[in-house]
């Protein structure tokens, strides 16, 4: 029987040495004492992640990074150069390319921390690499909100109702300061702290320890509550602000017994301007889509059943936040009409084709007078 077999028996031998392995090779195995704070306890129960696991990660996190460098690098450089394109709402798809790109700067540490297997600086490379994650994915957030605010002016007061440039500017440093106090407490360890986290390559907010639920619950909602309230408002503003006006043009039409009040060219430019609006609506459902994953995760760590957040469970919801910062400018590349007419001309290997709005507001208006006359 097996309690009768001594160590000198070929039998208990492997044994004894596949125990070690278990014992040894666990999350965290390869992480120096003096670093062991950055591992919680929760991490510990699970087997080390295989090197096909990190690898396979390293790559899908290459391809997100070429994506997102090149999509984000074409959106700052058009919208900045082009006149066409340089107005105080731009501003702000200026500044989400920024913070995604910001996002993309934990990219190629990570990367390379899934070929050690461990977060390399330790301390120091976990907490660079959770502010960049913190500062970019909180800013997102927020300029996505003002993103909506801003539709919501321009479409629904498209004379008076604009934001010029010195109130854009202020958004702008509005977003970047918002982005700040849960980067900076967790990473002064006033309150909270930054801790690796799934396979321990990557660093975020500790949301598994008992002493920081009532962190993890006002960073909740500071940084998705808020934004996804004021977006929703927004929108929701916006939406019966175009279906008002739309219903009162229609039955004005219909007691001066026309067709349209609207010329072709107020047609073309609203129509432009709900195109815009459809884009900005569509990033933020990717913004629902990336970050709502990853909320649940950490709701889940501090107030649920933590047994649930293996380490691969953990790092899903991690690529989801990044994959948006990926698809956020080609969102733009596809939808936005103004954009995809620079985008015709400046890089025509691309095969973007789009008509001028503005050509066409001109052209229609041409006709109109032409009809009038």
């Known amino acids: 029987m097996a309690e ?24 965290g195995w390869n992480i120096p004492q003096e670093h062991q704070h950055l591992v919680h306890e929760h991490w510990r129960q699970f087997p080390d992640v295989d090197r096909s696991s990190h690898y396979l990660l390293a790559l899908i996190y290459t391809i997100l990074t070429i994506s997102s460098v ?47 297997q461990r977060m390399l600086g330790y301390e120091l490379g976990c907490d660079i690499y959770a502010v960049l994650g913190s500062l970019s994915g909180i800013g997102g ?27 854009a ?3 702008v440093i509005f977003t970047w300061l918002y982005a700040m106090p849960f980067t900076v407490f967790p990473l002064t360890k006033t309150w909270g702290r930054f801790v690796t986290e799934g396979f321990l390559t990557t660093c975020s907010f500790d949301f598994l320890s008992d002493d920081v639920k009532t962190f993890v ?21 916006l939406f019966s602000a175009v279906r008002h006006h739309e219903r009162m043009l229609k039955e004005q039409a219909k007691k001066m017994n026309v067709k349209s009040l609207a010329s072709n060219k107020e047609d073309a430019g609203k129509s432009v301007e709900i ?57 733009y590349a596809i939808n936005h009409p103004r954009f995809r007419v620079e985008l015709e001309k400046r890089v025509p290997w691309m095969g973007v084709r789009e008509p001028d709005p503005d050509a066409q507001s001109s052209t229609g208006s041409a006709v109109t007078n032409s009809a009038e006359a």
């Not at 009768?4 to 999350?27: C, D, G, R, W």
Request: proline content about 6%; overall charge positive.
């Open 275 to 331: 195109r815009i609006a459809k884009v900005a609506f569509t990033i933020f459902f990717l913004f629902i889509c990336s970050w709502t994953p990853y909320g649940i995760v950490a709701t889940i760590g501090a107030f649920g059943d933590r047994s649930l957040l293996t380490p691969v469970v953990t790092m899903i919801p991690a690529v989801f936040c990044k994959a948006v910062s990926c698809l956020d400018p080609w969102v």
């Open 4 to 27: 009768n077999f001594t160590e000198n028996e070929p039998i208990a031998f492997p044994y004894k040495m596949v125990s070690h392995e278990i014992q040894k090779h666990m999350l």
């Open 217 to 237: 619950l006002c960073i909740s909602i500071w940084s998705y509550v808020i934004p996804m309230t004021l977006i929703c408002t927004f929108y929701l503003k």
């Open 70 to 116: 090149t999509g984000n690098g074409l959106v700052i450089w058009i919208f900045s150069t082009s006149k066409s394109l340089r107005t105080p709402s731009n501003m702000f798809v200026i500044n989400l390319a920024l913070f995604d790109l910001a996002m993309m700067g934990e990219m190629p540490h990570l990367i390379l921390n899934s070929f050690y």
């Open 169 to 171: 500017t202020l958004l």
């Open 141 to 167: 957030a927020m300029t996505n909100a003002v993103i909506a605010y801003d539709r919501y002016k321009t479409i629904s007061s498209p004379i008076d109702g604009r934001i010029n440039r010195a109130q």
